[in-house]
């Protein structure tokens, strides 16, 4: 039987939104603490967008470039159990922040433009990583998509990969037909503006997602 792929719906900037995504069956829920994200939220902000049920191994933290001691302090004020790293981030760095967190699990987040970008991905010994679409103007959160076939001959540990960029309902068949990931992050294909979220589309995504288990 197949492993049951995850579902992480990101950037989220609303308590209503937050609550949606858990009712359908996400299995983490991201915020976004990049500033230069129009999804960015404070620290401060995440106990009350985040409901007291979702424990911290089912709560992400979207950082981009941030210090170590700044993780640290967001980490601890938001209660994340996973942090996810989305800019230049060097291996040691990883190893560092693993050093100081080691209950916490670290997702490096790549962003792919050709088949060799994927070869990055064997310098880092992270938890996770996750797989996004390139964009020279953004580190993410785009809607762009990249060229999944890519994914059919790398050689991935796919039970430690998430895949981003562009997944919609109408498209995530498509991805998994191609790959079976450990998970997938969604945030702009489920929402009707930029951190404002789609409940029927969150619906949506999460029962195609899990219509391929045991397939």
Partial sequence: M?????????????REDAEEAVRAGADYL?????????RA??????????????PAERRVGVFVNAQ??????VVRIAGLGLVQLHGEEKPEF???LKARLPRIQIIKAFRIRAETDLEWITLYDTDFVLLDAWDAGSPGGTGKKFDHSVLGTAKLPMQRVFI???ITPDNVDELLSVCRPYGIDVATGVERSPGVKDPEKIRKLIAKVRSHAGT
Avoid: H
């Avoid at 991201?30 to 129009?38: M, P, R, T």
């Fill in 68 to 73: 170590i001691e700044q993780i640290e302090q």
């Fill in 164 to 166: 981003a960029g562009g």
């Fill in 94 to 96: 990883c190893r560092r």
């Fill in 30 to 38: 991201g915020l976004n603490f990049w500033l230069g994200s129009q």
């Fill in 2 to 14: 197949e492993r049951m792929v995850r579902v992480k719906i990101c950037g989220i900037t609303r």
């Fill in 41 to 54: 939220v404070r620290a401060a902000d995440a106990a009350t967008l985040i409901p007291d049920r979702v």
